[in-house]
């Protein structure tokens, strides 16, 4: 496994991304949208092996005290190999001095626990399609 890690979007074959969003179990979009969204955050982190996609991740920040991660996709085939956490600790190092926000995928709360993040109290969220959101475990 040799790893390539690029913080833009050059270069990307955005068909992929809702491919790996997929795979994941995660919402995904037309490629286009993800294209937009990413070519619109403050950083971004994609990891390659080879020539291969294998991962991504992106964080919207105000570039001085606010961030919130989002996308954050490895390929069940390179999960556990610590590559999650290098794009995180990436996507965090790119915006010194900023908060983090983020809302995990059910199950995957441990993983972001270790890397720091702690569970809030007062989380909200105000979702376009609340119905399928509470259905998949992210609100009550």
């Given at each position: 496994?040799?790893?390539?890690?690029?913080?833009?979007?050059?270069?990307?074959?955005?068909?992929?991304?809702?491919?790996?969003?997929?795979?994941?179990?995660m919402?995904?979009?037309?490629?286009n949208?993800?294209?937009?969204?990413?070519?619109a955050?403050?950083?971004?982190?994609?990891?390659?092996?080879?020539?291969?996609?294998?991962g991504?991740?992106?964080?919207?920040?105000?570039?001085?005290?606010?961030?919130?991660?989002?996308?954050?996709?490895?390929?069940?085939?390179?999960?556990?190999?610590g590559?999650?956490k290098?794009?995180?600790e990436?996507l965090?190092?790119?915006?010194?001095?900023?908060?983090?926000?983020?809302?995990?995928?059910p199950?995957?709360?441990?993983?972001?626990?270790k890397l720091?993040?702690?569970?809030?109290?007062?989380?909200?969220?105000?979702?376009v399609?609340?119905e399928?959101?509470?259905s998949?475990g992210?609100?009550?």
């Open positions: 496994m040799e790893l390539r890690f690029q913080q833009d979007c050059s270069g990307i074959d955005w068909e992929i991304v809702p491919q790996i969003l997929k795979t994941v179990g919402a995904f979009h037309d490629a949208i993800h294209r937009r969204t990413f070519s955050s403050a950083s971004v982190v994609f990891v390659f092996d080879d020539q291969q996609l294998i991504f991740g992106r964080a919207i920040s105000d570039g001085i005290i606010q961030a919130a991660v989002y996308d954050v996709a490895v390929l069940p085939s390179y999960q556990g190999h590559i999650g290098m794009m995180i990436k965090v190092a790119s915006l010194p001095g900023c908060n983090f926000i983020l809302y995990a995928s199950g995957k709360e441990a993983f972001y626990e720091r993040f702690r569970r809030m109290k007062t989380g909200m969220a105000l979702f399609k609340s399928t959101m509470t998949r992210f609100t009550e």
